[in-house]
């Protein structure tokens, strides 16, 4: 345990970081960091499914077009097609794995599985496992990965920061050799050697203190990379979920973030006022099924124009049997805290669900840095632009793993296996007694993101945000180095750098597009704003591989 080595080290245990993990595991001797166990990450409370063209009336062409739309201008049209074309093959992917998506009745051939429409599409071509899709697929992943000979699990390890060496090959460019790892029982800290180190960490949506993500969604993945010199993109494009469950009674994060599925839409759900008038069709055309940003946004302009709490999303036309069958997990999760969907209106309101930028990739996954990868939504890769349509973050897991997968594979006999790192400095090895500073910032961090930096904002309400963010970032570097690292230190000094790239973002971005909207500026400026927001670091690794974006 002292000096651990693996031919790929992979940060991050959801669909992404599993999915890359079986791919590689035929021939390469892998560790799989979990910061808690296996099973928590964004994934396994992903409800609504995988977006794929599986119906002989869809067309690919017709998923590139919707998501392109959904994008408002920023995807990259290059990755979206290749994403797109990607889908079905991975879709019987998971199915060979026996992944139970649900059929069509009286069907059971590979055609026969039902298809779900949400925002943004124009055709069925959601596939799904009832309302619990993430739950189905980290079941079966989980399995097969727990099963694999060549695939070292190592659960409660929290990623401290990367490892880097020269690149021989390319004195201009850094190599990533590893990363410091914390065990969060001894919060020992050691090193970990690897050929490869894949980031699959996920997102960021806790920086704000509404969100359906889990506790572990505190973009260590994209603080690490940023701090190791790695450019990030597209920062100020955070979605928010337009209809999580309102309960502000209830005393477990998971009841105060559990998600309503957009599938509700889709299946004929509408979002009504509390009077019970529906509202959407005066913001959009698709109504409940427009894309996300301009449902999330009509539902909080309507809360702040009368003043409440909530909104509420009604299917109870539909019959109770149909509700029953097509949403279990959702129906019996609603019971349990105090309301019936089959009967009445559920209360939701928007709250922070996906982070559409982060880390620079290529198709194959590749960072500025050699050897570092980073797939799923950690990375930013081109395909969401200003907006993410609704099911294609599962497949981004699933297109890029297969992709970054093929690619290690392909350079696994001819990269060298680092030599021995150094060890952790624990000169600091003082205890703090007073941690509740860093309950306080953290607190403090996640309250001014909310009023300022949420889903409307302003040139004001972000320079406040960007004073603040600085103030704070100060003071996590005072106590980073004088006292004992804990997990709360660590993940609290990731989202305050988080924090600072989705404000900095935001300030540059001076036009309202998909998920950013400004008062100040309120409308889409396409001559002079159609383009990412790169952001650049001081240590920038250098070299620019085979990424294709503008600096």
């Known amino acids: 345990m002292n000096d651990l080595s693996f031919d790929v080290l ?5 669909a992404a970081g599993m999915s890359l993990a079986l791919r590689v595991a035929d021939h390469c001797r892998v560790g799989l960091l979990s910061k808690e166990s296996l099973m928590e990450a964004s994934t396994f409370y992903a409800q609504g499914g995988i977006s794929a063209v599986l119906d002989k009336t869809d067309t690919l062409e017709s998923h590139v077009q919707d998501t392109l739309e959904a ?22 992917w998971l199915i060979d794995l026996g992944v139970p998506f649900t059929r069509t009745e009286g069907n059971q051939d590979e055609v026969g599985y039902h298809l779900t429409r949400e925002g943004g599409h124009s055709h069925r071509r959601v596939v799904h496992a009832d309302d619990a899709t993430g739950q189905a697929m980290m079941l079966t992943l989980e399995t097969k990965v727990r099963a694999h000979a060549n695939i070292h699990v190592l659960e409660k390890q929290v990623a401290v920061d990367l490892i880097l060496s020269s690149d021989s090959s390319n004195p201009s460019r850094s190599r990533c050799v590893g990363t410091y790892v914390m065990d969060r029982d001894s919060r ?21 203190p509404y969100t359906s993500n889990p506790d572990v969604a505190t973009g260590d993945g994209i603080a690490m990379a940023w701090r190791a010199g790695c450019r990030v993109a597209n920062m100020e494009f955070m979605q928010f979920h337009p209809t999580c469950l309102y309960h502000p009674g209830a005393r477990s994060s998971a009841a105060r973030s559990f998600l309503i599925s957009e599938a509700v839409r889709g299946e004929g759900g509408r979002l009504l006022l509390p009077d019970g008038t529906p509202f959407m069709h005066r913001y959009d055309p698709r109504g409940e099924l427009a894309p996300r940003d301009i449902v999330a946004h009509a539902i909080d302009h309507e809360m702040k124009r009368l003043g409440v709490d909530h909104v509420y999303l009604d299917i109870s036309h539909k019959p109770a049997d149909f509700i029953r069958k097509h949403f279990p997990t959702i129906h019996n999760r609603c019971l349990e805290l105090g309301y019936d969907m089959t009967t009445g209106p559920l209360p939701v309101v928007p709250a922070a669900h996906y982070t559409c930028g982060g880390i620079v990739t290529d198709k194959q996954g590749h960072t500025d840095l050699t050897n570092l990868y980073a797939i799923g939504e950690t990375a930013y890769t081109g395909l969401h632009g200003a907006n993410r349509m609704a099911s294609n973050s599962l497949l981004e897991c699933l297109v890029f793993a297969a992709s970054a997968a093929q690619d290690v594979l ?13 060890d952790w400095d624990e000169s600091r ?11 306080h910032n953290w607190d403090e961090l996640r309250r001014f993101m909310w009023d300022y930096v949420g889903i409307v904002r302003s040139s004001k309400r972000l320079q406040r945000a960007q004073h603040r963010v600085d103030l704070l970032r100060s003071e996590i570097s005072e106590y980073y180095g004088n006292f004992r690292l804990t997990v709360d230190l660590l993940e609290l000094r990731n989202l305050a750098l988080v924090a600072d790239l989705i404000i900095r973002c935001a300030l540059g971005r001076r036009e309202s597009r998909g998920l950013h909207y400004t008062i100040d500026h309120p409308d889409r400026n396409d001559s002079q704003w159609a383009r990412p927001s790169m952001l650049v670091p001081e240590n920038f690794a250098g070299g620019r591989g085979k990424i294709h974006w503008d600096e």
């Open 410 to 422: 392909g350079r696994q006999s001819n990269t060298p296996t680092p030599q021995g790192l150094r």
């Open 71 to 92: 994008g408002a201008g920023l995807c990259d049209p290059e990755i979206v097609r290749f994403t797109v074309e990607h889908g079905p093959e991975l879709i019987h």
């Open 429 to 439: 090895v003082t205890d703090s007694d007073e941690d509740v500073v860093v309950s």
């Open 188 to 208: 020992r800290i050691r090193p970990i050697r690897a050929k490869f180190v894949v980031l699959a960490t996920g997102g960021a949506s806790r920086v704000y």
């Open 10 to 14: 992979v940060i991050g245990g959801g």
